[in-house]
């Protein structure tokens, strides 16, 4: 007997031999351990066979696989289980069998082996990305040492309205199908995924949610509903604590899981819904390594188990409305919040006209913002850039800091006193002096939520302030303090970047604003209007849930633009109707598909040959009907000491283009200098 393995690397499957007394403990998505390399590995059996069928079956899938030269060249040069191919080479047995039952549930092993075909990757690395490493290598649980507070309040058990019930009862009745839940900020969407998984009987639930900063008021809502039957899934947990949240669903335990990306791959046996909330999402996109996203994957995943999804939002992504329009998904809406709460009022305000106080805050805004705290009401203002300010600029020469590994200006941050690098992380200490000219005339260039922040402590010093961006919580548990404080009101004013934006519930927030929309508008992406409306409208969403009226200030030096127009009215629709005869004109999605593949040079000589013989190459594999554009510089031309360019195909049809995108890797992988990344269905494009 011949067999199959997985293993957690970035490859297909390795032919191995069974040694007889094994032989009848093989099953698919059992845990084997085989030698590789110098040494051994535990990988799961995803093939079965007779030496003659396996190499027969090996011979087409080499065919097929892209990464076939990268994975032979690891199983020949460690000599060590082969790939199949022409040249059978010694094949090494197993050395033992770890599990009795499989690991992996089945339908589960099928979507991963699906996600490493559809994203032009590998079943490994999807088997990585799907299966905590410690569940693999058999280690212990961590203690599960999750300290959310244990007093979670019963968040109360109320008549359903009227949408609500609709909803629900359309949910309910069917088996499986997509249902687009569309439902403006407060309008109970989160109430409806609970009762439609508290109506599943004994099947299952994943529950996706796009960020940590989320989490922790819905976690708390998914406890008092659920008790301990739910099992939580975010950045936050330790290695432990995954493995231990991973064996309580593999083993039926809890009955849902609630969790960011990765939950999608939940070990459920017995699955009946799953729901992604704000399912617009761009964190449910993986930007590194496997680029997968989650929600389509989670789409992917309801087909294959023969279930229903749910896709929530009050600003739905332009393709999910549109597939909801063309009656491929089955459309659900709740059109006022719940009990008639009006929408806030939104207040455009022209920053090259007001009257400012202090040039960050307009006069209009800031007595807006005195009145709701004397009120004793709270605030959110956003400003979607972390750090004190974008850039330090000699007024001398003009020299401003770049990242020297990135084409990247540098942040300053005024807490840690460093220019810090939003792309690769690293940082550098500023000096006195230019380090071009030696003037001593540097000046902090615009503005990031730390300047907002003193600037906030010096002109309202007595309030209680909070910051909550990517810098202020990066202790586990921060988010979560936070959310607790506002809740107990302990902070007047809440401000940072998107994550005041989201999911949040605090019924005392009645004021909300956006310091500099601007940073948002216009970056060099089709999707910049639509995510700045949907960030825009996310922050409006949170004022004015409780009693009080919210009101919205968004101050811009662009009041012009179109996207104000529709966050005044709360007008998603007015938007989408807007948004998608642009993209009808341009042919982008929804109308067409992308991949797009990046060009990585660590030598910038070798940039312009390279790319020429890329080029001819490229227009080689060119399908009638599939656009090919580039090869350009990437906007982010620079990351990581890499020079990037790339190309994007667009086509209506995924299988001619992921055909073609796989003839231009064929047609490439020759040439010497050169790191290739592919990404279906890219969400950035920079
Ligand atoms: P969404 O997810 O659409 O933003 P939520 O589900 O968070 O809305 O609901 C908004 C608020 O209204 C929450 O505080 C929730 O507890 C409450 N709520 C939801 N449904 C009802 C209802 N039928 N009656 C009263 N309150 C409700
Ligand atoms: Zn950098």
Redesign the pocket.
Do not use: Y
């Given at each position: 007997m011949v067999i199959d393995v997985l293993f957690p690397i970035d490859a297909e499957a390795f032919t191995y031999l069974v040694p007889e007394g094994l032989e009848q403990k093989i099953k698919i998505g059992v845990r084997v351990l085989a030698p590789f390399r110098m040494g051994k590995k535990v990988g799961i059996v995803s093939g079965i066979g007779s030496p003659a069928t396996m190499s027969l079956r090996g011979t087409l899938a080499t065919k097929q696989s892209l990464r076939e030269n990268e994975n032979q060249e690891i199983a020949t040069s460690r000599n060590v289980g082969t790939r199949n191919d022409k040249k059978i080479i010694t094949l090494k047995p197993i050395e033992a069998v770890l599990d009795e039952e499989p690991l992996i549930p089945e339908n589960l092993f099928k979507l991963i082996k699906w996600v490493g075909q559809y994203y032009i990757s590998t079943s490994g690395l999807a088997l990585k990305n799907a299966v905590p490493s410690g569940v693999l290598e058999g280690r212990k649980s961590g203690k599960s040492r999750i300290t959310y507070d244990t007093d979670i309040r019963p968040?109360?058990i109320?008549?359903?309205?009227a949408e609500?019930k609709n909803a629900l009862s359309e949910i309910n009745s069917a088996q499986s199908g997509v249902f687009l839940l569309y439902?403006v900020?407060?309008?109970?969407?989160?109430?409806i995924y609970i009762r439609a998984i508290e109506s599943l009987g004994d099947k299952e639930a994943i529950v996706l949610v796009p960020e940590i900063a989320l989490t922790a008021q819905i976690i708390d809502r998914f406890r008092s509903r659920f008790g301990d039957k739910v099992a939580f899934f975010h950045s936050g947990l330790s290695e432990g604590e995954k493995i231990s949240q991973w064996r309580k669903i593999r083993n039926g335990e809890v009955r849902v899981a609630l969790g960011v990306r990765n939950a999608v791959f939940a070990p459920f046996k017995n699955l009946g819904l799953i729901v992604v909330d704000e399912e617009q999402e761009a964190s449910y996109k993986q930007f590194e390594g496997l680029k997968y996203h989650s929600r389509d994957v989670a789409l992917a995943r309801s087909k294959l188990e023969g279930i229903k999804i749910i896709l929530g939002s009050?600003t739905p992504s332009i393709e999910t409305f549109y597939n909801a329009q063309k009656e491929k998904f089955k459309y659900l809406e709740?059109k006022s919040r719940?009990?008639e709460k009006p929408m806030p009022g939104v207040e455009i305000l022209d920053m090259t006209n007001e009257n400012k106080k202090t040039w960050i805050f307009s006069d209009k805004l800031l007595n807006a913002l005195n009145k709701n705290i004397s009120q004793g009401y709270q605030s959110l203002i956003m400003l979607n850039r972390r750090g004190y300010s974008p850039f330090l600029m000699c007024t001398d020469c003009g020299y401003t800091y770049k990242c020297p590994a990135c084409s990247i200006t540098l942040t300053y941050h005024k807490d840690t006193k460093t220019l810090n690098c939003h792309y690769c992380g690293s940082y550098l200490e500023p000096k006195d002096t230019c380090p071009d000219c030696k003037g001593s005339r540097i000046k902090y260039i615009g503005i990031g939520t730390q300047r907002v922040e003193e600037e906030l402590n010096t002109l309202i010093p007595e309030i209680s302030l909070k910051r909550m961006d990517r810098d202020s919580t990066r202790r586990k548990h921060a988010h979560y303090r936070i959310v607790k404080d506002m809740e107990d009101k302990k902070i007047d004013i809440l401000m940072g970047t998107q994550m005041v934006a989201k999911g949040h519930?605090f019924?005392d927030v009645t004021f909300a604003a956006v310091v500099f929309a601007d940073v948002a508008l216009n970056l060099p992406d089709f999707r910049s209007s639509e995510r700045a409306f949907q960030l825009f409208t996310q922050l409006a969403?949170r004022a004015g849930?409780g009693d009080v009226p919210g009101e919205v200030y968004i101050q811009t030096y662009e009041p012009h633009h179109y996207v104000f127009d529709y966050v005044r009215k709360h007008d998603y629709k007015g938007f989408y109707e807007k948004e998608i005869e642009l993209r009808k004109e341009l042919s982008y999605p929804p109308f067409s598909r992308l991949i797009r593949i990046v060009f990585n040079f660590k030598n910038r000589d070798v940039i312009e040959k390279t790319i020429r013989d890329v080029s001819v190459k490229i227009k080689r594999t060119k399908i009638p009907d599939v656009d090919i554009l580039g090869p350009a510089p990437a906007p982010i031309e620079k990351l990581r000491n890499q020079w990037r360019w790339h190309i994007v195909l667009k086509g209506r049809n995924y299988k001619t283009l992921r055909q073609n995108a796989l003839a231009i890797l064929n047609a490439v992988k020759e040439i010497k200098d050169i790191k290739i990344d592919v990404d279906v269905d890219p969400v950035n494009m920079m």
């Open positions: 968040v109360k109320f008549n359903l309205t609500q439902g900020t407060g309008s109970g969407k989160t109430e009050a709740l719940i009990e519930d019924p969403g849930r």
